[in-house]
C-alpha cells in the first residue's frame, strides 16, 4: 500500500525537471515559429471571415464582386495555415522526440549495472517505445497556448472596436469554454491512468506466457490462462466502454457550449439591433466569432490536459534519465604494464544481500587463476566487480598499487573480455558477431586467422553465405560449442590483456567440449586469465586457485596446495569429476 | 502406450500424464502458491504443499519469508538461484504425480554439488516412475535400465551401458571421449 502512494507521487512532475530532462535535446525552435505563425494565419484568416460573413448579411443582395473574391481567397488561406499548422506541429513534435530517445538510450548504455538489478532492464524497453512519445507533448501545447492568448487578444480588440457591449457579454464564454474543457482533460486523464497500469499488467502477463507456452500446454493449463487472459482483456474492453462513455458526456457538454455561444451574442445582438447600435451582420459576426473561439479555448484545455496524462509517461522517462550514470570517462588510461589485481577486503551487496565479504585475494599477471565455488559462493560477482560493473560496497580493488578506480573506466574494460557461459550471440552476421566491440576496421586475413584459432572457420566456411551467414534469434542455428567459439573468436579479436573466462563446457557434448577448450587454449595464450572452474583439469593446469564459499574466500595458492588439502567442500563442487 | 499408438489417445489427458522439466526452470510470477499449484486441477491443502517442498528442498527458503507461500515472485523467478527455481519446479511436479518424467538436462545449468543434490531429489521424489531423460553425463548414463543414442536424428543403437559398448560404434567414442576428457586433459 505504501509503495503504490510513492510510486503515485512520483508519477508527477515538475516542469523544471520535464526542462532538466530536455537538455541536450535540439528543439526545433524555426518549426516551433512557423507554428505559431501559421497560427496566427488561421486566426486572420478566420477573423476576416467572420466579419465578411456579416458584410455579406448586411449587404442584402448586393454583394460586390471584389468583397466575394476576399471571401474565397481568406477560405483559402485559412485552409492553408491550417495544414501547414499540422504539418509543422506533427515535425516538431516527432523531432523532439527523436531526440529524447536518442539521450534515453545513450543514457541506458552508461546507467550503473546495479540501477538494473531489480528488473533486469526489460521495464525500460517501453520507456523508449512508447513514453517518449509524450516528450513533445508539453512543448508543443505551450506553442498553442501562446497562439491562442495572442489571437484571443487580437479578437478581443477587434469586438471592441466594434462594440463594446455585445463584447463584454462574449467574454462570459470564456471561462465556460475553460471549464468545459477542464472537465473533459480531467476525467480523460483519470482514464487514460487506469488504462495504462491496465495495459502493461497485460503486457507483463501476455509477455511471460507466450515464452513459455510448452509449460501452459503440458500443464494442461490452458483453459485457466484463457480465463486469465479474458479477465485481461475484460479490463480493457471496461477501459473502451468508459472511455466512449466519456466521449458522449464530452459532446453533451459541448452542445451546451454551443447553445450559450448562440443565445449571448444573438441575445444582446437582438437588443443592440433594436436599439439601431448595430447591424444584423454584425450580429452573425460576432456569433461566428464566439464559436471558432470557443473550439479553439477547448482544443487548447484539452492539450493541457494530455500534458498532465504525458506526465506519467514522461516522469519515468526522466527517472531513467536521472538513474545515476556510471564514472564518467577520467582517469588514468590503461597503457601501462600489466599488474596483478588485488582484492583487498572486498565486501559486496546487491541491495540488501550480501555476496562477497571480505574476500582478499590475488590474480597474478600473465598467470592462470581458477577461481572455484558453489553456485552462489559468488564466483560471478568476483567477475562483475573485475570487469567494473559494479564497485565494492567497501574495501579496494586494485591494479598493482592503484585503485581501479582511478583508471577510465573505458579504457579499463577494454583491457579485460569476459567469454560468458551460454554465449550470447546478437542479431547480425557470424562476421559480425566475430568483429563486435572491434573499433577498428578488421581484414579478411586477420578474420579467417581468428577464426581459425578460435575453431569457427572449419564450420563456418562449409555454410554457403560463410561469414555473411545470419545469426538466428538466440543463435539458434549454431550448436553450443560452436556459439561458444565463436565468442571466443571474438575474445581474440578485441585482443585484451585480461582474460575472464567462465568454463561452461559441462552442457556441452565431450566433441564439442574439446574443441571449445582448443580454442581457450589459443586465446588464453600470452594473456592473465581468470576462469570460473568447473573441473579438476582446469585447476590443475592453473597457476593459482582461490576457493570461494559463501561469498568469502577459503583458500587459495597453488593447485597442488589445494588439491593436497583438498577438503570436503572442494570436492562437493567438483562432484564425480574432483575423484576423477 | 502398450498397443495403443499414441495419437490416439486424448492428448491432455496424454499430458496429464508427464512431467517436463528443462534446465531453463520455467515458473511464471505470482505467489509462491500459484507457481506451486500451477497447472493442479484439484484444490491443495497447505499440508500438501509443506510435504512437496519439502521433499524438493525448497520449504526453507519459502518460510524463510513471512509471507511464506503467499510471497509474490518476481518475472523470470529472477530473484532466485538457478538451484532454488528447478526445486519449485520439482515440487510443482512433485505436486501433480504423473506417471512418466521428461528431464531434459535439468541439472545442466547447476554447479556439481546442486546438480547431484537435484538429480538425488529426482530419483528419491519420483521413484517408481518412468523417467526418460537426455543427458551426456556419463554417470548419469550408468544408472539407466536403458540407453537409446541419438546422432543426427537416428537412433544408432538401444541397450545397456554394456551392450552398447559392444555394439554401438557411436555411443563407443562419445564414451571415450568423455574418458579423454577424464583422464588425458589431467
Redesign the interface.
Known amino acids: 500500500m505504501k509503495q503504490t502512494k510513492t510510486a503515485e507521487r512520483s508519477e508527477k512532475t515538475g516542469i523544471l525537471a520535464y526542462f532538466r530532462a530536455m537538455k541536450g535535446v535540439q528543439i526545433p525552435w524555426v518549426l516551433l515559429v512557423l507554428i505559431f505563425a501559421a497560427s496566427m494565419g488561421s486566426t486572420y484568416a478566420g477573423m476576416n471571415i467572420s466579419f465578411f460573413t456579416g458584410d455579406m448579411v448586411d449587404a442584402r443582395g448586393n454583394v460586390p464582386t471584389q468583397q466575394l473574391v476576399n471571401y474565397g481567397l481568406s477560405y483559402v488561406g485559412l485552409g492553408l495555415a491550417a495544414a501547414a499548422g499540422y504539418v509543422f506541429t506533427a515535425i516538431a513534435a516527432e523531432k523532439i522526440n527523436l531526440g529524447i530517445r536518442t539521450k534515453l538510450w545513450r543514457k541506458i548504455m552508461y546507467t550503473k549495472q546495479s540501477c538494473y538489478d531489480a528488473?533486469?532492464g526489460?521495464a525500460l524497453v517501453s520507456r523508449v517505445t512508447t513514453d517518449c512519445d509524450f516528450a513533445s507533448k508539453l512543448i508543443t501545447t505551450i506553442v498553442s497556448m501562446l497562439s491562442l492568448f495572442v489571437s484571443l487578444g487580437i479578437y478581443i480588440s477587434r469586438m471592441y472596436q466594434i462594440n463594446a457591449t455585445i463584447s463584454s457579454a462574449m467574454l462570459l464564454l470564456i471561462p465556460v469554454s475553460v471549464l468545459t474543457g477542464w472537465l473533459y482533460a480531467r476525467l480523460k486523464f483519470l482514464i487514460a491512468r487506469k488504462n495504462q497500469a491496465m495495459l502493461s499488467r497485460t503486457t507483463?502477463y501476455l509477455v511471460?506466457?507466450t515464452k513459455?507456452l510448452?509449460?501452459i500446454?503440458?500443464?494442461?493449463?490452458q483453459n485457466?490462462e484463457i480465463a486469465n487472459g479474458r479477465e485481461n482483456f475484460r479490463e480493457q474492453y471496461h477501459m473502451q466502454i468508459k472511455s466512449g462513455l466519456m466521449n458522449v458526456f464530452y459532446s453533451a457538454l459541448q452542445t451546451g457550449f454551443n447553445i450559450l455561444s448562440i443565445l449571448i451574442p444573438f441575445v444582446v445582438g437582438a437588443k443592440l439591433v433594436s436599439d439601431g447600435v448595430l447591424k444584423v451582420g454584425m450580429v452573425i459576426a460576432f456569433y461566428t466569432i464566439a464559436t471558432t473561439v470557443g473550439v479553439e479555448v477547448t482544443n487548447v484545455i484539452d492539450s493541457v490536459g494530455t500534458i498532465r496524462q504525458a506526465n506519467g509517461a514522461m516522469s519515468r522517462v526522466i527517472s531513467a534519465l536521472e538513474l545515476p550514470d556510471e564514472e564518467a570517462a577520467a582517469g588514468m588510461t590503461m597503457d601501462v604494464p600489466d599488474q596483478d589485481i588485488r582484492f583487498e577486503e572486498v565486501d559486496f551487496r546487491y541491495g540488501e544481500k550480501e555476496v562477497l565479504h571480505k574476500i582478499t585475494c590475488t590474480v597474478p599477471r600473465n598467470k592462470i587463476t581458477a577461481v572455484v565455488?558453489?553456485?552462489?559462493s559468488g564466483k560471478s560477482t568476483l567477475f562483475k566487480l573485475i570487469e567494473r560493473l559494479y564497485d565494492p560496497c567497501t574495501g579496494r580493488m586494485c591494479f598493482g598499487d592503484t585503485d581501479a578506480k582511478e583508471f577510465d573506466l573505458h579504457a579499463w574494460r577494454k583491457a579485460f573480455c569476459l567469454v560468458a557461459q551460454g554465449a550470447p550471440l546478437m542479431e547480425g552476421t557470424v562476421r559480425e558477431n566475430i568483429c563486435y566491440g572491434c573499433q577498428r576496421p578488421v581484414t579478411e586475413e586477420e578474420l579467417v586467422r581468428v577464426a581459425k584459432q578460435a575453431r569457427v572457420y572449419d564450420f563456418v566456411s562449409q555454410l554457403p553465405e560463410g561469414f555473411e551467414t545470419l545469426v538466428a534469434p538466440g543463435g539458434t542455428n549454431f550448436s553450443g560449442g560452436q556459439r561458444q567459439c565463436i565468442a571466443i573468436a571474438r575474445a581474440m579479436m578485441n585482443n585484451p590483456d585480461y582474460l575472464l573466462l567462465d568454463e561452461a563446457t559441462?552442457?556441452l557434448?565431450?566433441?564439442s567440449?574439446?574443441l571449445v577448450?582448443e580454442a581457450l587454449e589459443e586465446l588464453m595464450e600470452g594473456r592473465t586469465t581468470v576462469i570460473i572452474a568447473?573441473?579438476?583439469?582446469t585447476i590443475?593446469?592453473a597457476d593459482h586457485v582461490i576457493v570461494l564459499r559463501d561469498g568469502a574466500v577459503e583458500d587459495s595458492g597453488a593447485p597442488a596446495k589445494i588439491l593436497r588439502s583438498a577438503n570436503n567442500y572442494l570436492s562437493?563442487?567438483?562432484?564425480?569429476?574432483a575423484n576423477? | 502406450m502398450e498397443d495403443t499408438p499414441l495419437s490416439a489417445l486424448n492428448l491432455?489427458a496424454w499430458?496429464?500424464r508427464?512431467?517436463?522439466m528443462n534446465?531453463d526452470a520455467?515458473l511464471?510470477?505470482g505467489t509462491v502458491w500459484e507457481a506451486l499449484t500451477?497447472?493442479i486441477?484439484r484444490p491443495v491443502e497447505e499440508e500438501e504443499l509443506d510435504r512437496v517442498t519439502r521433499l524438493s528442498g525448497i520449504y526453507d527458503f519459502i518460510h524463510a519469508k513471512p509471507e511464506g507461500y503467499d510471497a509474490e515472485l518476481?518475472?523470470?523467478g529472477?530473484a532466485m538461484?538457478?538451484?532454488q527455481r528447478q526445486r519449485m519446479v520439482i515440487a510443482r511436479e512433485l505436486l501433480?504425480n504423473a506417471e512418466i518424467l521428461l528431464l531434459d538436462?535439468p541439472t545442466?545449468?547447476?554447479?556439481?554439488?546442486?546438480?547431484?543434490a537435484i538429480s538425488e531429489t529426482f530419483f528419491e521424489g519420483f521413484a517408481g516412475k518412468t523417467i526418460v531423460t537426455v543427458t551426456?553425463e556419463l554417470?548419469f548414463i550408468s544408472h539407466a535400465d536403458q540407453i537409446v543414442v541419438l546422432r543426427h536424428g537416428r537412433v544408432e543403437g538401444i541397450g545397456t551401458h554394456d551392450t552398447l559398448l559392444q555394439s554401438c560404434e557411436t555411443y563407443r567414442t562419445?564414451v571415450e571421449?568423455?574418458s579423454?576428457?577424464?583422464?588425458f586433459?589431467?
Open positions: 528488473d533486469g526489460e507483463t511471460e506466457r513459455s510448452s509449460l500446454k503440458t500443464a494442461n493449463a485457466a565455488g558453489t553456485n552462489g559441462c552442457s557434448d565431450a566433441a567440449e574439446r577448450m568447473h573441473s579438476l583439469a590443475r593446469k562437493k563442487v567438483m562432484g564425480r569429476r576423477a | 491432455y499430458r496429464e508427464l512431467s517436463y534446465q520455467e511464471f510470477s500451477y497447472g486441477h518476481a518475472i523470470w529472477n538461484s538457478g538451484g501433480k538436462e545442466s545449468a547447476l554447479d556439481a554439488e546442486t546438480a547431484a551426456h554417470n562419445l571421449e568423455q579423454y576428457q577424464e583422464v586433459v589431467q
